[in-house]
């Protein structure tokens, strides 16, 4: 192998690279303390671009293609060098390769719980999680405001901040909504979208962007779940009394309840009280005697009231008792004429059920 071969093998003709790992954002392409031999190929594969920094300066961003590395494909690289046309000179710079294809199925979610104004439930607390996809929009403010020199850069190192973001645009999103949590899960897209124009701004001074955010569930705290299945249970029980007597005869049937153990008892005591008949009147026991139906009570007497006629004049209603007061007042005599309801017209006291009124007469009093 001759000098001449041994010096262009010092030199890398062909950079490029193929990504496996499913995760890398950035790669470097690793020298190893080789230059860059001038008029070398760069292949830049669909969802990638190629970012050459020079000297700590990042310089020209290569998007999909394959490229000679020469003064015309490289403008920014030559106006930092001051190279000429004529320039045939190997070059020192290093190369990092952007995965600009979407990172999908990112997750994020509230650590600790919103506190929310709730028109229905008042002050609650919410959580909610997602997921998100992001990728690289801009390959020089990416390198610039957030990898610098990592030579290996992975979509974890940037998740944790992009959650932050999406949280804290969340919370704002849904305290301002103004939708009750009952119609969270309806509209979960439109809370959705607002958020991820909400973090637009902050996501492309990054170089990033999020083209699909997705709010999989609000969910309440425990205690006001659990109220609502009750409330969701009462609903669907339908009649109270029915369910339960339902309710009653299925605990019943449960092994080892009490009510279970009672109902045993009931029969096992049944059971011996027939078979104590069976012993004393046969194989099928006495016949069964009839229970004696109580007579339904009479119906409460009316009291009558009585209408006194006197000079033409009738007064009453009276009770018997008002009756009694005005035989002692000298009101109603034997012949008054009275009346009550159901008598044939109008009769004297002494002729109807009053005159029982005057013959009550006090025994003559002492020393008479």
Not at 100 to 128: H, Q, V, Y
Not at 150 to 166: K, L, P, W
Not at 282 to 305: C, D, L, N, R, S
Not at 349 to 357: C, K, N, P, S, Y
């Amino acid at each position: 192998m001759g000098i001449l071969d041994f010096l262009s093998g010092q030199f890398i003709d062909v950079i490029a690279w193929t990504d496996d790992t499913r995760d890398t954002m950035v790669w470097r392409f690793e020298r190893q303390g080789h230059e860059i031999k001038y008029g070398a190929k760069l292949t830049v594969r669909e969802g990638q671009a190629a970012v050459f920094v020079h000297e700590g300066q990042l310089a020209d961003v290569f998007t999909p293609g394959m490229y000679m590395l020469e003064t015309n494909n490289m403008p920014i690289m030559t106006s930092l060098q001051h190279w000429d046309h004529g320039f045939q000179s190997p070059f020192k710079s290093e190369i990092y390769f952007i995965n600009t294809t979407r990172f999908t199925d990112l997750k994020w979610g509230t650590k600790n719980p919103i506190m929310l104004r709730d028109p229905e439930f008042g002050l609650i607390r919410l959580r909610a999680y997602g997921t998100y996809a992001m990728k690289v929009s801009d390959p020089a403010i990416f390198m610039r405001e957030i990898v610098g020199t990592d030579g290996e850069f992975t979509a974890d190192e940037i998740s944790f901040q992009v959650r932050n973001v999406i949280v804290q645009e969340f919370s704002r999103a849904i305290a301002a909504s103004g939708i009750p949590a009952l119609d969270m899960a309806a509209n979960t897209k439109d809370l959705g979208d607002l958020v991820a124009k909400a973090i637009d701004a902050t996501m492309t001074a990054y170089g990033i962007d999020i083209p699909e955010l997705y709010i999989e569930n609000v969910s309440l705290p425990a205690e006001v779940e659990k109220a609502l299945d009750a409330r969701t249970s009462r609903g669907i029980t339908g009649n109270l009394d029915d369910h339960m007597k339902w309710k009653a005869a299925e605990a019943m049937t449960q092994p080892g309840s009490a009510a279970g153990q009672a109902m045993g008892m009931g029969m096992g005591a049944g059971l011996g009280m027939q078979m104590g008949n069976m012993m004393q009147g046969g194989p099928w026991g006495p016949a069964p005697q009839a229970v004696p139906v109580a007579a339904p009570p009479p119906p409460p007497v009316t009291e009558k009231v009585w209408h006194i006629a006197d000079a033409g004049q009738v007064s009453g209603p009276f009770s018997k008792a008002a009756m009694g007061r005005k035989v002692t007042d000298g009101g109603l005599s034997r012949d008054s004429m009275v009346w009550t309801q159901g008598q044939d017209g109008w009769k004297p006291a002494v002729d109807t059920e009053l005159a029982q009124l005057f013959t009550v007469m006090p025994p003559p009093p002492p020393g008479a």
